[in-house]
């Protein structure tokens, strides 16, 4: 697993990841020497890289980055790659965006020209990172919760989904990218279901809940 960004939601993908038996290669646009004590603190499958060498490294790559910095992204390693967007759109953050701001494209979309070559899934930005490391369940448990995914590849939501379910959690199809909206900030879908922030242990959302609430997401 390759990581370009090692935010919150990064490094959590990260953890879950090694717990389950998967090496990580983590990077942000600071360097790998400002991610030596993450790096050691997650253990010997993980290691620290430039974002180029964990595009290259990874079978799959994880984008967990602001939005503004998707024109420094390397295109050329991730090119034939899944590709999991977490990214969400903030405009107080990422500045105004024209294609995002009239909705002309979800951020996924914007993403994609960005990397045009790689397999896009848009996964894990719908939910607090806390509540991401405190939900995770075995297969079969009947409290296991379940996260959306959009994607316009048959193959990359395939391997996406294979190790979504590896650290715990199963999967909804939310469609297609230009759907991914759905899960975007402030939908129904986002945060919510999970529970509030402020209760960081978060409470378990089932398959039914997560339909529900995508099915109600209005633009």
Known sequence: MGFIGSGHIGSTIARLAIEAGHQVMLSNSRGPETLADTAAELGPRASAATSGEAAAAGDIVVVTVPV????????????????????????????????????????????????????????????????????????GAADRSYLPIAGDSAAAKAAATEFIESIGYSVVDAGPLADSWRQATGTPAWGTPYGPFSNEKGQPVGEDAIRAALATATR
């Open 68 to 139: 503004k910095a998707f024109p420094e992204l390397p295109a050329v390693p991730l090119a034939g790659k899944t590709v999991i967007d977490t990214c969400n759109f903030g405009p107080e953050r990422d500045g105004h965006i024209p294609e995002l701001d009239s909705m002309a494209l979800t951020s996924s979309e914007l993403l994609l020209r960005y990397i045009p070559d790689a397999m896009l899934v848009k996964a894990f930005n719908n939910i607090f990172f806390k509540h991401l490391l405190s939900l995770t369940r075995p297969a």
